[in-house]
């Protein structure tokens, strides 16, 4: 059965319901059956036919209930059925009609909101930020108290008197409300004052093309059913706003906690995770993200502090880091052809349970082959309450610790020191941080790469306006090089400068 209709009529939700309890009992059935039938075969008893325990023999494991196994044999028919309106393969075009999205409550709803607009971005409609411009308005919905309905309430009266004053050589003004609220109240919502031409669930947004299509021959439409699986788990959100400095990355949908004040259960269903994949999949894209704009903007430093701990896979599966020394040099070598000459910093712990002489060449391997830029290094200490503390043997000597310790120190400020001298005569811009710790007649600042510059403290040039000066903390000053060390850098400062003007700002 498959037509226009089969996800837009309430009454379809309501003898669904009826039809999963029935296959729900009968499942719980023939569990029950299948379990007093394995007692019975355990015990050697006579009773089950040989039929029946051949068909026992046969049926499915306990591989077959689980999402990612491959089942030797196929229970369920292969079928011709087309599959629901929210899978088409080729969903109704957008025709860059643009849409407006205001998001309510949780945060949630913003990923929700996220994952809406990438949708309809990959069906062809536009986003736009100004309500007079939408030829569609959707209102991701809160649940969770009564005032957060009577907001939306008051918004939909404001969005149905915009949409009457539309002129009429436009196409009508589609109003949709999405979320929680969708699913709570969706009778109500399509009947009141008839304000809403489209209403979806949390678990319906794939449908989302499908319904604008219909609402635009002068329909209303609905779907709010909702999924035992993670709907989006191969979606990838389109974050709304490109001047935040957060982002959220929706980890499972929905709640099995039933708390006896809480809607949440039944305007999201039942609790599902994504698959890790597409979570780490989310995650490395956000990454890069960042990556990339540490790339393109002078105004943020070009470092990034990647704690290891250890070089050894073995002592960090012992610290419970939950990465492995090739996983951590593979980042590096990302991070490295993201950001060309990013400095790097880390921590390291030297003396871990457990650690043997071969797990701390490891280390030592590893200062070698990445050659941080910074580098902070210390001998373990066992901390009461910690897991080591509970399971693990502080069984390192305090010499051996310090003697491996000794040997880190030495080996990172040769590398350190390797790398910092390829600065030396070159100019760079520093950003001016006040006197340096060591020398009143000094002052001290950090370069692109967070590494500190030393330079006298002397009158210079202000390249605007060519008047001396003496430099001020946050002022920038162009330093050429002249000296390094495995901490510092020292040089000759030449002008006072500005980000705008040393990397040609438009």
């Known amino acids: 059965m498959r037509s226009g209709s089969f996800f837009d009529t309430m009454a379809f939700g309501k003898s669904l319901k009826t039809v999963l309890r029935v296959v729900l009992q009968q499942h719980k059935w023939a569990l029950r059956t299948r379990d007093i039938a394995c007692r019975h075969l355990s015990k050697g008893m006579p009773e089950v036919p040989v039929m029946f325990r051949s068909k026992l023999e046969d049926g499915p494991s306990f591989q077959d209930f ?3 196994s491959s089942p030797t044999t196929n229970y369920l028919p292969q079928t011709d059925e087309d599959p629901p309106p929210y899978l088409e393969n080729n969903p109704p075009a957008g025709d860059s009609q643009k849409v407006y999205l205001e998001t309510y409550g949780c945060q949630m709803n913003v990923s929700d909101a996220e994952i809406a607009w990438a949708i309809l971005k990959e069906s062809g409609y536009r986003r736009t930020y100004t309500l007079a411009e939408a030829d569609v308005v959707l209102l991701v919905t809160c649940s969770i108290r009564e005032k957060a309905e009577q907001t939306v309430w008051n918004r939909l009266h404001d969005v149905a008197a915009l949409k009457r004053k539309r002129c009429s050589s436009q196409l009508p003004l589609r109003i949709g409300i999405l979320g929680c609220m969708a699913e709570r109240l969706k009778e109500e919502i399509l009947e009141r004052e008839k304000l809403v031409d489209v209403v979806a669930g949390p678990d319906a947004y794939r449908d989302l ?5 219909v609402a635009e021959s002068g329909q209303q439409a609905a779907n709010v059913l909702l999924s035992m699986d993670e709907t989006y788990a191969d979606i990838m959100p389109v ?3 490109s001047n935040t400095t957060s982002a959220f990355v929706s980890i499972m949908r929905g709640c099995d906690n039933m708390c006896t004040y809480c809607i949440v259960p039944f305007t999201r269903g039942r609790e599902r995770s994504r698959p890790i994949s597409s979570i780490l999949q989310e995650v490395r894209m956000l990454s890069d993200k960042v990556l990339q704009l540490i790339q393109e903007r002078h105004n943020i430093c070009k470092q990034i502090h990647l704690p290891v701990q250890s070089g050894s896979s073995r002592v960090l599966q012992a ?3 939950g990465y492995t020394r090739e996983t951590y040099l593979e980042l590096v070598q990302h991070v490295r052809e993201y950001i060309p000459g990013v400095s790097l910093s880390s921590d390291f712990i030297a003396g871990f349970c457990g650690e043997t002489e071969d797990d701390h060449q490891q280390t030592v391997s590893l200062l070698r082959t990445v050659r941080y830029n910074i580098g902070f290094l ?3 200490s066992m901390r009461a309450k910690t897991r080591a503390y509970h399971r693990l043997e502080d069984d390192v000597l305090p010499e051996v610790k310090h003697r491996r310790l000794d040997q880190l120190v030495t080996v990172f400020r040769e ?10 005569g070159i100019t760079q811009l520093v950003l001016v941080e006040g006197p340096s710790k060591r020398s009143l007649s000094d002052l001290a600042g950090r ?3 967070n590494v500190k510059v030393i330079f006298p403290d002397i009158e210079v040039e202000d390249e605007h306006s060519g008047v001396a000066c003496r430099a001020r903390p946050g002022d920038y000053l162009l330093v050429k090089i ?4 495995s901490q510092s850098l020292r040089g000759v400062p030449l002008h006072r400068s500005s980000l705008r003007k040393s990397y040609g700002y438009r």
């Open 482 to 485: 002249t000296r390094s060390s």
């Open 447 to 449: 370069n692109d790469g």
């Open 209 to 213: 093309p499908r319904l604008l299509s």
């Open 239 to 241: 974050h709304l706003t």
């Open 415 to 424: 590398e350190a020191s390797e790398v910092n001298r390829k600065a030396v």
């Open 66 to 68: 689980l999402r990612n």
């Open 319 to 321: 610290m419970g880091r």
């Open 378 to 380: 210390f001998a373990y």
